[in-house]
């Protein structure tokens, strides 16, 4: 290569574009009709004829090579421009495009709510598996062998000898947290349940309770109704009357259904209440000698209460929610009102 070509090409090379007055800066140096490229080939009518045409290659390729440079460093700055421009055109003051935030499902709500109550009376969060075995569930709790509620009309099995089924109620956690621990246990159990049975308004064959008990010495009835009474007042925020029926679960003795007043119609009667006034919230009931001696406390020692309340009652209490359906059909119109609550 030609001494001057050489020079001109590390020339070109090391240039280095910084701002876009560069652009104009190169094309007057290297391509303009008086720069460095039209001088060599200016130099070509003085060359032997013999060497003009290499020369002429060489200075063609120098000329290919400062255009490229020249190109791309041009493209990069109109990108740049263009982004300024953007960046002039975006007005900072203009108020935020209001997002759509998510909400809690309203059984989520509850649910968190109900045990924040028991867990400031001292209760401890207990948690247990939605799959269960037949001493849990059925066993333990003092079922007898030929329970209907062991039957397939009410309990899904996976599994048959031994038996494995969806839990039919929380208690199972009860008894699961009563082999765990020694009294005194206060223990509060959220959790899905599962159960045969048609869907409709008031019932679901999926659905949620809270379990709690409290095993100690002396412990009464009359503590669980002090318990249960001020857990109502804490959900909802007033005084509402509770009412004990007499009931029968093979693992309590005596046994009660719990009634509240019907929150919808306020104790007038509604289709929700069934015309009567009082919505059951669920069941309870002292703890039976024989579910303690199955997990290893001496009732002779020890007494305890124990319920176990319907999660979708209460919501539908607390939010005058009308149908149950509702809380599992995911309608964004339905959950977007729990936007609000926290
Ligand atoms: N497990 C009972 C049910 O599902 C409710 C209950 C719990 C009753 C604890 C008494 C004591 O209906």
Redesign the pocket.
């Known amino acids: 290569m030609h001494a001057s070509t050489t020079d001109l090409l590390n020339e070109i090379e090391q240039f280095s574009f910084h701002q876009s007055s560069d652009l104009d800066a190169f094309k007057n140096l290297f391509l303009g009709k008086k720069g460095k490229i039209a001088v060599l080939f200016e130099k070509l009518k003085d060359l032997p004829v013999e060497e003009r045409k290499a020369f002429g290659a060489e200075v063609n390729r120098l000329k290919d090579v400062a255009q490229q440079k020249w190109t791309v460093f041009q493209q990069q700055t109109e990108l740049l421009l263009d982004q300024d421009d953007q960046q002039k055109d975006f007005d900072f003051t203009l108020p935020d495009v209001p997002g759509r935030s998510g909400s809690r499902h309203p059984i989520s709500l509850v649910k968190t709510e109900i045990v924040q109550v028991f867990e400031r009376l001292g209760f401890n969060l207990a948690l247990g598996p939605e799959i269960e075995d037949d001493w849990h569930n059925f066993t333990a709790l003092n079922f007898p062998a030929d329970h209907p509620a062991r039957e397939m009309q009410d309990t899904f099995f996976i599994s048959r000898s031994p038996d494995i089924a969806l839990r039919t ?1 929380t ?1 199972s956690v009860q008894i699961r947290t009563m082999e765990r621990l020694k009294p005194p246990i206060r223990s509060i159990a959220p959790g899905r349940v599962f159960r045969n049975e048609a869907i409709s308004a008031r019932a679901h064959c999926l659905f949620h ?1 809270v ?1 709690g008990f409290y095993i100690d010495r002396g412990v009464s009835f009359k503590d669980l109704k002090d318990t249960l009474y001020h857990f109502c007042k804490e959900l909802f925020f007033k005084e509402i009357e509770i009412r004990f029926r007499p009931s029968f ?1 093979p ?2 003795e005596p ?1 009660a259904e719990m009634d509240i007043t019907c929150l919808l119609c306020k104790g007038k009667g509604c289709n929700v209440c069934k015309q009567s006034g009082w919505v059951e919230i ?4 002292m703890i039976h000698p024989e579910v303690m001696r199955n997990c290893g406390i001496d009732p002779d020692e020890f007494t305890g209460f ?3 309340m319907g999660i979708e009652r209460i919501t539908m209490l607390k939010y005058q929610i009308k149908d149950l359906r509702l809380f599992t059909e995911n309608d964004v119109r339905f959950l977007n009102q729990f936007q609000a609550v926290t």
């Open positions: 109620h208690s309770q379990e679960f693992f309590t046994s669920g069941g309870a009931g124990a319920f176990g």
